[in-house]
């Protein structure tokens, strides 16, 4: 257990702390987008819609923190420590493989909490968003095992060995699903072909149930059901690419 929380300190301390790109890129960036259109470019709304639309857009900009997280951050990371020959450094220490994933998603869920309080903390000060606090664990709860197949994913685009190839992914995946999902521009102003696609997306579909936790209103169990087969996808790919490997 000891080795297992000292593994878990090291990884904070390069997954987190130590690297700049995680509170410049994953959450200043969503945190500047949030400001960008809730308090900077106009919304022709007043009242109780602007409370609401404050609110979906807190909970669209904390989705895009999660998927620079999971996918950006976490591919590379996963590769440079491939590519450093920490895994071998993993076998000669007392803790395990196993052990050192389990630690890693340890860090990922706290880094996703960081983000989640400090985006949350914006939307609070700036936009006065009035939130219970069993809204917000509930929120929080959501949050986290909801995007655990963006882990999944980042953990498959780590697997194609190239750092070059690993930011071109990155960034048609990052972008694809926060466009497409519509975390950036409601889906609705989108054409109708594109919508049904974007309603596929994860990121629509951790969306829907996010916003329904924080409206306080019924959410669609096919949402539940997209999540899930997101990640029994994911699951699959990476167990056929790493029998291929083997």
């Known amino acids: 257990m000891t080795d297992f929380i000292y593994q878990t300190k090291i990884n904070f301390l390069r997954l987190a702390l130590r690297n700049k790109s995680f509170f410049i890129y994953d959450v200043i960036f969503p945190a500047f987008f949030y400001l960008l259109y809730t308090k900077i470019l106009p919304v022709n709304q007043s009242g109780p819609l602007t409370e609401e639309w404050n609110k979906e857009y807190l909970i669209s900009m904390l989705i895009f923190s999660a998927t620079l997280i999971s996918i950006t951050t976490f591919s590379n990371f996963i590769l440079s420590d491939k590519q450093n020959k920490f895994e071998l450094f993993v076998k000669l220490s007392p803790i395990s493989k196993i052990q050192y994933y389990a630690s890693v998603i340890v860090v990922l869920i706290a880094m996703k909490l960081i983000s989640f309080l400090l985006i949350g903390l914006v939307g609070g000060l700036v936009n006065s968003i009035h939130i219970s606090a069993g809204t917000w664990i509930n929120l929080i709860l959501v949050f986290v095992i909801g995007t655990i197949p963006f882990d999944i994913l980042g953990l498959l685009i780590s697997q ?13 995946g990052v972008f694809l699903l926060a466009i497409l999902g519509g975390l950036w521009w409601p889906l609705r102003m989108f054409p109708e072909w594109l919508q049904h696609i974007g309603k596929l997306t994860p990121v629509y579909q951790l969306s829907n149930i996010m916003k329904s936790v924080v409206l306080n209103s019924s959410f669609h169990v096919t949402d539940i059901i997209g999540l899930s087969c997101w990640t029994v996808a994911f699951l699959v790919a990476m167990y056929l690419i790493n029998l291929k490997k083997e």
Do not use: C, D
């Open 160 to 172: 194609s060995g190239n750092i070059n190839l690993v930011n071109v992914l990155n960034n048609i």
